[in-house]
C-alpha cells in the first residue's frame, strides 16, 4: 500500500475533505463587550501621580542621606586609624631616638674634624690629610 491509497481511504471512511467544514451553519455572534467606564477622572489620576513622585523623592532623598552619612562615618572611622597609626608611630620614633641619644655611653676620644676646614678641598683629600688618615 502506498500513501496516496492509505490518504484516499481516510477521506472516504471520515467524509471529510478539509479540515474545516464549510457547509457548516454560522456560530452566533458574540455580543458586544461592555465599554468600561474609568473609576477615575484624569485629575484624580494627575493628583496621585504628583502626590507619588513627591513621595519617592523624599524617599530618595532620604535614602542618599542616610548613604552620605554612612560614608563620612566610613571617612571618619579610617581617619581615626590614621591618626592613631600616625601617634604610634611618632611615639616609636621619639622613643628611638631617646634610646640612641640616652645610650652614646661615650664621647669620642679626639674632636671630629670640622667641615670648614676642608672647603674648597675635594672631600677624600681632605680625610686623606687628616692625621687619621
Sequence with gaps: MN?????????AVAGVLYAEDFDAPDLPSSPEPEAIEPAFSLAELEEAR???RAAARLDAEE????ARLRALEAIGAGLDAARDTAREDATA?????????????????EPVRPLWRCRGANPSACRAASPDG
Design 93 to 109: 620614633a621619639s622613643e628611638a631616638i631617646a634610646r640612641t641619644m640616652l645610650g652614646a655611653d661615650r664621647l669620642p676620644a
Design 63 to 66: 535614602s542618599q542621606a542616610a
Design 3 to 11: 500513501i496516496e491509497s492509505l490518504l484516499h481511504r481516510s477521506r
Design 50 to 52: 504628583a502626590e507619588a
